[in-house]
């Protein structure tokens, strides 16, 4: 079955930060002093939201909302 949605949004809410990889580029989801950030490897554009629900409702992947592009993600490291 894979990494859910679901167990994302559940390992975001217990402090865990991922990273993962769609479209062959590499992103990862941190908790950070500014808040919770969505961030591509290499490239200067971070979105940054106030909460990990406020980025999985709201975040995005070439404009594509994260829970519709989750099945296609490759998770690359859970920390």
């Not at 990273?19 to 200067?44: H, M, Q, V």
Request: aromatic fraction near 14%; include cysteine.
């Amino acid at each position: 079955m894979g990494y859910t949605f679901k167990k994302l949004t559940h390992d975001l809410s217990i402090g865990h930060e991922i990273e993962f990889i769609y479209a062959d580029r590499k992103f990862s989801i941190t908790n950070t002093p500014s808040g919770w950030c969505l961030a591509e490897y290499y490239k200067d554009e971070i979105q940054v939201y106030s909460s990990h629900l406020e980025l999985l409702q709201h975040g995005s992947i070439d404009g594509k909302a994260l829970r519709n592009i989750w099945p296609l993600v490759a998770v690359d490291a859970i920390f």
